[in-house]
């Protein structure tokens, strides 16, 4: 089961930090970076709200979604970085 979890981690970095690089070269790094984080707090709003969750519920599955989401939030970052790293060098 871990390395089917790891498996599907790694995919979803290579997806995001290929999306992240696109965004960063078509729309600019301001929104490269807000694409995901709105993401994020949009997905994270629609099941709060669907599944009815309290407030000391929402904080817990607010930080198990951060925890499960950082693959992706790591693969946008790294696919910024790559964008930046290639403009500076004249690429």
């Known amino acids: 089961m871990p390395?089917?979890?790891i498996a599907i981690a790694a995919v979803a970095?290579?997806?995001?930090?290929?999306?992240?690089?696109?965004?960063?070269?078509?729309?600019g790094i301001?929104?490269?970076l807000?694409?995901?984080v709105?993401?994020?707090?949009?997905?994270?709003a629609v099941v709060w709200r669907s599944s009815g969750l309290?407030?000391?519920?929402?904080?817990?599955f607010v930080a198990r979604t951060a925890i499960?989401?950082?693959?992706i939030?790591?693969?946008?970052l790294i696919g910024i970085a790559l964008h930046l790293a290639r403009s500076r060098r004249g690429g």
């Open 38 to 44: 709105l993401a994020l707090g949009a997905s994270l």
């Open 54 to 60: 309290g407030f000391q519920d929402g904080i817990t």
């Open 34 to 36: 807000a694409l995901p």
């Open 3 to 5: 390395s089917q979890l």
């Open 30 to 32: 301001r929104w490269a």
């Open 73 to 76: 939030l790591i693969g946008a």
């Open 68 to 71: 499960f989401a950082a693959p």
């Open 13 to 27: 970095v290579v997806i995001s930090a290929s999306v992240g690089w696109y965004a960063a070269a078509r729309l």
